[in-house]
């Protein structure tokens, strides 16, 4: 049984800085693309970043323009896990954060095959 769970949310102010962590069991961790989503309130779930199959840096990655400069999407294969580095963060970041894994990876939620309960993150002062 595929089991993805997410930790590291929380409160913070504006300008601050998180570390979301999503933990892999049940699947070959490194044969999955891995991606991390956001819903905000009253939102649709949107795309945030993933990480293809390759923890290098540089073009196995895509981040939606809201975060683009400000998040950062690493994975360690080695511990079935994939981070997402949030800084500068802004109200409009306010969110439940769920990580995501499928063979393909991409933007599109229905690429993704498996889905984590997600962390809330709240952004306020």
């Known amino acids: 049984q595929v089991q993805l769970v997410e930790s590291g949310g929380g409160l913070v102010q504006p300008g601050g800085s998180l570390r979301l962590s999503c933990a892999a069991s049940?699947?070959?961790?490194?044969?999955?693309?891995m991606a991390w989503f956001r819903q905000g309130p009253g939102k649709e779930r949107e795309f945030v970043t993933a990480?293809?199959?390759?923890?290098?840096?540089?073009?196995?990655?895509d981040y939606a323009d809201s975060v683009k400069g400000r998040f950062t999407i690493s994975r360690d294969n080695a511990k079935n896990t994939v981070y997402l580095q949030m800084n500068s963060l802004k109200p409009e970041d306010t969110a439940v954060y769920h990580c995501?894994?499928?063979?393909?990876?991409?933007?599109?939620?229905?690429?993704?095959?498996?889905w984590g309960q997600g962390t809330q993150v709240t952004v306020s002062s």
């Open positions: 990480i293809r199959l390759s923890g290098l840096s540089g073009g196995n990655t």
């Open positions: 995501a894994a499928g063979p393909n990876g991409g933007t599109r939620r229905d690429n993704y095959a498996y």
């Open positions: 049940g699947l070959t961790f490194r044969d999955y693309a």
